[in-house]
C-alpha cells in the first residue's frame, strides 16, 4: 500500500460528502433518505460516479435482498405465523419466567436470520404484548433480549441486516482498484457468516440469562410498563372479559345436546360462545337459533377455571389447544374491539337479538359500557343508545364490513388488510423452500430470495399491491443514494489514503488483531451517531485499506466492520432499538448500563470468531 499518496481535489471532495454525512444524521436536520439523495446527486454531477453508473445501487444485490426480505416477511405476517409462535411459546413455556424468555428470545433470533431486522421487531411488539399480558413478565424485561436477539441473529445469514446485505456489493467495488497481482475479494455465500451468528445469539442468551436480566429488574423497578392499548389485560381489566379461548366437545351425556346456542349461553356459568362446529359447518359467531348436537365444539371464552367448571357440569371435553378454531381465533384474524354508537345510528332503540349482529354481521356482542358501568347480563337483549361502548368480537374483515355502515366508530386498533392463515403451510413451504435453494445452488443471494417472493405472489399469499405497500422506501432510497459514496471512497482513493496515513502513525509490530478490534469500535462509534447502513458504506472500504495496508485479511477487516455496524444496543440510530424504547419507557441511562457489556461483548465475540473463521478456512 502507499502510504505517500497526494490528498487530491476529488479525495477532499469525497471526504467532504462523508462529513456531510455524518453531520446530518447526528443532528437530523435533513431527513436520512433525503441526504442520501443529495449525496447521489453530487456525485453525478461532479463526476465522481460515472453517470452510467450512478444509479446502480437501486439494482444492485443488496437494494434487491432488501425489497426481498421485507416482502417475503409481509408474506409471512399475512398468514399469521408469529401469531400461532407466540402460542406456541406461552404453552412450552409452561409458566416459568426464564424459560419462556429463553425461548422467546432464541426464536427471535432464528427468525432475524431471514428477515431484516426492524421487520422482525414489529411482528414481535404485539407477540410480546401478548405474552405480557399472560405472564408476570413485563415489556421491560422482554423487548431489550429480544431486541438484543434480533440484531445478533441478523448475523446468522447475509440477509438478516442491512449492513451484511451491503458487504458484497462493497468488496466487489473494491476489487476495481485492488493492487496489481492482489487475488480478487470473493463475495461471501449466504450461510458464510453462520459461527459467528451462532456465537453472538448464544453469547446474548447467556448474558440476559445471568446478568442483563437481573440488572433489568433493578432498573425497572418502580417502573410503569407501557404495553399496548388493544391487550388482553385491558378488556380483562375493564370488563372482567378474560381473553384465553378453549374448545369444548359435546359427549352424548351433555345436556346440551339439541339446545339452541342461545338457551346454552343463558345457562348459570355459561362463558362466552363465540364459536360452533356441528359436521361441516364452522361458524364464529353463530346466530342463537343455532342448535348444538353430539360431537358439536364450542368456542368459548372465559376464565380456566370458570370455564373447566362449565365443562364438567355439563359434561364436555375441554380442550386449551384449538384443534378446530385456530385459524377462527388467529388474532391477526379475529379478535375483541371497542366500538362507539353515534347519534346517528340506526342501532338505537334496537337490541343486538333484534339487530341479529351475529347472523348478518358475523359480530357478537360480549358488554356494553353505558355510564361508566358495565353492562354483561342478557346483553343481547339491551336495547343501545347514543353512546354505548359496544365490546364486539369478531373476525377483523367482518367488522370493517360492518362499520362501513356509519351505525358504529370502532376506536380499536386492529389489522385491516386481509389476513390469509389459511395460506400458512404454503407459506411456510415456499420459506422452506427458499432455504433449501440458497444452500445447495449458488444463485445470488437476490435472486433466490425473488424467487421465494414469485412464490408467494403466485400462489396468492400475498397480493402485488400489498408487496409493494410492504416495501420501506426510505431504506431502498437511503441504501441506494449512499452506497455510490463507498465507490467513490475506493476509486477516489479517500480510503487508501486514510488508511495509509494511519498505518504510518501506528507503532510497528502492531498485531494484526489489534487494528481489527480499533477498526470494530470505531465503526461501533459511528453507527451510534449516524445510521448502520451510513456507518458500513464509510467504513468498509477504509477497512480494505486498512487490511492491505498492515498485511491482514481484507475479507476479514470488511465481515467484522459490516458486523459491528449492527453493533448498537443503546441509541435509536438502531432502527430496532428506536421501535422499543417508546413501548417499554427505557431512558438512555437504562440503556447504556444494560445494551453497552453487550455491546462490548459483541466485539470480542466477532473478532474472535472471524479469526477463527479465517484460521481454519487456512487449515483446512
Not at 481484507?554 to 466492520?561: D, G, K, Q, S, V
Request: proline residues 5%.
Amino acid at each position: 500500500m502507499d502510504t505517500a499518496l497526494t490528498l487530491t481535489n476529488d479525495m477532499r471532495l469525497v471526504l467532504g460528502l462523508v462529513g456531510f454525512v455524518m453531520v446530518m444524521f447526528l443532528f437530523e436536520r435533513i431527513r436520512a433518505d433525503v441526504v442520501a439523495v443529495v449525496v447521489l446527486v453530487v456525485l453525478g454531477l461532479t463526476g465522481l460516479v460515472a453517470p452510467e453508473e450512478i444509479f446502480g445501487g437501486f439494482s444492485g444485490n443488496a437494494v434487491m435482498s432488501i425489497i426481498s426480505t421485507t416482502i417475503l416477511g409481509a408474506g409471512l405476517e399475512r398468514t399469521g405465523a408469529l401469531n400461532r409462535l407466540a402460542s406456541w411459546l406461552l404453552r412450552r413455556g409452561h409458566g416459568v419466567e426464564q424459560r419462556l424468555l429463553l425461548l422467546t428470545t432464541a426464536i427471535a433470533g432464528l427468525n432475524s436470520s431471514f428477515m431484516q431486522n426492524p421487520s422482525v421487531m414489529a411482528l414481535y411488539l404485539p407477540v410480546t404484548a401478548r405474552l405480557a399480558s399472560r405472564t408476570t413478565l413485563n415489556l421491560q424485561r422482554l423487548l431489550l433480549p429480544i431486541c438484543s436477539a434480533i440484531v445478533m441473529g441478523g448475523a446468522l445469514t447475509m440477509v438478516g441486516n442491512s449492513p451484511l446485505i451491503l458487504l458484497n456489493d462493497l468488496m466487489v467495488s473494491a476489487n476495481n482498484n485492488l493492487p496489481s497481482g492482489m487475488a480478487t475479494l470473493e463475495p461471501l455465500r449466504m450461510f458464510a457468516p453462520l459461527p459467528i451468528g451462532v456465537a453472538l445469539l448464544l453469547a446474548s442468551l447467556a448474558y440476559f440469562r445471568f446478568y442483563g436480566d437481573r440488572k433489568l429488574k433493578e432498573e425497572t423497578t418502580g417502573t410503569a410498563s407501557a404495553a399496548p392499548a388493544r391487550t388482553e389485560s385491558y378488556f380483562a381489566s375493564t370488563y372482567g372479559i378474560e381473553g384465553e379461548v378453549f374448545e369444548l366437545t359435546v359427549s352424548a351425556d351433555s345436556p346440551l345436546v339439541g339446545m339452541t346456542l342461545g338457551e346454552a349461553e343463558a345457562l348459570h356459568g355459561a362463558p362466552l360462545m363465540l364459536a360452533l362446529q356441528t359436521g361441516n359447518d364452522t361458524r364464529l359467531a353463530p346466530p342463537a337459533d343455532m342448535r348444538i348436537w353430539v360431537g358439536s365444539v364450542l368456542g368459548a371464552m372465559g376464565a380456566r377455571q370458570d370455564v373447566a367448571d362449565f365443562s364438567q357440569n355439563q359434561f364436555l371435553r375441554l380442550s386449551s389447544r384449538l384443534r378446530h378454531f385456530g385459524d377462527l381465533f388467529n388474532p391477526s384474524r379475529a379478535g375483541i374491539s371497542e366500538a362507539v354508537v353515534p347519534p346517528t345510528s340506526h342501532f338505537i332503540g334496537k337490541s343486538a337479538a333484534e339487530l341479529a349482529l351475529r347472523k348478518k354481521s358475523g359480530i357478537s356482542l360480549l358488554a356494553i359500557n353505558r355510564d361508566k358501568k358495565v353492562v354483561r347480563e342478557d346483553v343481547r337483549k339491551v336495547p343501545l343508545r347514543a353512546g354505548d361502548m359496544l365490546v364486539l368480537h369478531s373476525i377483523w374483515q367482518d367488522l370493517a364490513a360492518t362499520a362501513k355502515n356509519g351505525d358504529f366508530v370502532v376506536v380499536t386498533d386492529y389489522p385491516k388488510g386481509e389476513q390469509r392463515p389459511h395460506k400458512f403451510k404454503i407459506a411456510m413451504a415456499i420459506f422452506a423452500l427458499t432455504i433449501i435453494i440458497a444452500l445447495t445452488s449458488r444463485l445470488p443471494v437476490a435472486l433466490t430470495l425473488m424467487t421465494g417472493v414469485a412464490g408467494m405472489l403466485l400462489t396468492g399469499v400475498l397480493r402485488m399491491d400489498e408487496a409493494y405497500a410492504s416495501i420501506n422506501w426510505k431504506t431502498v432510497f437511503l441504501m441506494a443514494g449512499l452506497i455510490p459514496l463507498g465507490w467513490a471512497m475506493d476509486s477516489s482513493g479517500a480510503a487508501a489514503w486514510v488508511a495509509g496515513h494511519t498505518v504510518e502513525r501506528l507503532p510497528e509490530g502492531l498485531p494484526v488483531w489489534v487494528l481489527e478490534i480499533a477498526i470494530a469500535l470505531l465503526t461501533t462509534a459511528f453507527s451510534l451517531v449516524i445510521s448502520h447502513v451510513g456507518a458500513t458504506i464509510v467504513m468498509v472500504p477504509m477497512a480494505i485499506s486498512l487490511a492491505l495496508a498492515a498485511g491482514g485479511n481484507p475479507t476479514a477487516f470488511a465481515l467484522i466492520t459490516a458486523l459491528s455496524a449492527s453493533n448498537n444496543l443503546m441509541t435509536a440510530s438502531n432502527p430496532v432499538v428506536s421501535m422499543i424504547t417508546g413501548p417499554a419507557n427505557y431512558n438512555a441511562r437504562q440503556m447504556w448500563r444494560v445494551g453497552g457489556p453487550m455491546s462490548l461483548i459483541y466485539t470480542v465475540v466477532v473478532v474472535g470468531m472471524v479469526n477463527l473463521m479465517f484460521w481454519w478456512s487456512s487449515r483446512v
